[in-house]
């Protein structure tokens, strides 16, 4: 088990380090739209960690199984509502119309 988790750790740590330079170099003005499109990816990651979390054997990897399961949860969800307020952004403004009791009567 030790070996297992070690290596665990080692591919949590290289990922850690991997997302942070990736998400660095993309410029803040692109970084919302990627958002959308990595949802995909966020998905899958969550599929995985349920697939682990159901396969744990001892306390310890459900333990981690389920906060896998949680973090992947909100990571799905809150890109969903960045993705959305971002397309919030490009709909139309209503216009406000006067009514004929605001105008000025000659």
Do not use: C, W
């Amino acid at each position: 088990m030790g070996n297992v988790l070690l290596q665990y750790a080692t591919v949590l740590v290289l990922t850690i380090f991997v997302g942070t330079e990736i998400i660095a170099k993309v410029p803040s003005i692109l970084h919302t739209p990627l958002m959308s499109g990595s949802n995909a990816i966020h998905g899958v990651i969550l599929v995985g960690s349920m697939l682990i979390l159901g396969a744990a054997n001892t306390n310890l990897e459900m333990v981690l199984g389920f906060l896998a399961v949680i973090l992947g949860t909100l990571n799905v969800v809150g890109g969903f509502v960045v993705t959305d307020r971002m397309l919030e952004m490009f709909k139309a403004k209503p216009t406000v119309r006067k009514e004929k009791s605001d105008e000025v009567a000659e």
